[in-house]
């Protein structure tokens, strides 16, 4: 499924192939919560590094979290006017993007179900809107985001599937 996306102010709009489109995980560390997440949590899609197109890069800025006090090498972009998170590009999984949910302008599928994760590091404030269809963990799960959607059928295609939890 081909993703567009934009920053709030319109200086920064991107295109991405996902063959993982729905937003189904919801990530409660406080990376995502304190960058954005304004409901105490942020969604992570998955596409395809190789196809992400970029119209006002100039105007992206990288943050790059301090994790037991060393900068991640992950590349957190944001719009450098309006502050809108972007995407998260690793490094360790260089075949994949993850833009936020929050920024993709496409109408997005609904996910049958919703996997919540990192809640050891979730406000007290935040609440976690469980069903029993959705799944719970404390850290990162074993099933991918690719094996997520394999399992229910909802994948696009088989490219791409780098086995990256975290998204």
Same mark, same amino acid.
């Given at each position: 499924?081909?993703?567009?996306?934009?920053?709030?102010?319109?200086?920064?709009?991107?295109?991405?192939?996902?063959?993982?489109?729905?937003?189904?995980?919801?990530?409660?560390?406080?990376?995502?919560?304190?960058?954005?997440?304004?409901?105490?949590?942020?969604?992570?899609?998955?596409?395809?590094?190789?196809?992400?197109?970029?119209?006002?890069?100039?105007?992206?800025?990288?943050?790059?979290?301090?994790?037991?006090?060393?900068?991640?090498?992950? !590349?957190?972009?944001?719009?450098?006017?309006?502050?809108?998170?972007?995407?998260?590009?690793?490094?360790?999984?260089?075949?994949?993007?993850?833009?936020?949910?929050?920024?993709?302008?496409?109408?997005?599928?609904?996910?049958?179900?919703?996997?919540?994760?990192?809640?050891?590091?979730?406000?007290?404030?935040?609440?976690?809107?469980?069903?029993?269809?959705?799944?719970?963990?404390?850290?990162?799960?074993?099933?991918?985001?690719? !094996?997520?959607?394999?399992?229910?059928?909802?994948?696009?295609?088989?490219?791409?599937?780098?086995?990256?939890?975290?998204?």
């Amino acid at each position: 499924m081909l993703l567009e996306g934009s920053c709030h102010c319109g200086a920064v709009r991107f295109r991405v192939e996902s063959p993982h489109p729905y937003p189904y995980q919801r990530c409660y560390c406080s990376i995502c919560r304190k960058t954005a997440g304004g409901g105490g949590y942020a969604i992570n899609l998955s596409g395809r590094a190789e196809t992400l197109e970029v119209e006002g890069a100039e105007h992206t800025g990288i943050y790059h979290a301090v994790i037991d006090c060393k900068p991640s090498v992950g !590349e957190r972009h944001f719009c450098r006017h309006c502050a809108s998170a972007l995407w998260v590009y690793d490094p360790r999984w260089p075949a994949l993007v993850h833009p936020f949910a929050s920024a993709i302008d496409s109408e997005l599928p609904t996910p049958p179900e919703h996997v919540h994760i990192l809640l050891d590091s979730k406000a007290n404030w935040a609440d976690v809107e469980a069903d029993d269809t959705s799944q719970c963990f404390s850290g990162f799960p074993e099933e991918s985001i690719a !094996e997520w959607h394999q399992r229910l059928g909802l994948e696009e295609s088989d490219e791409g599937d780098d086995k990256d939890s975290s998204g």
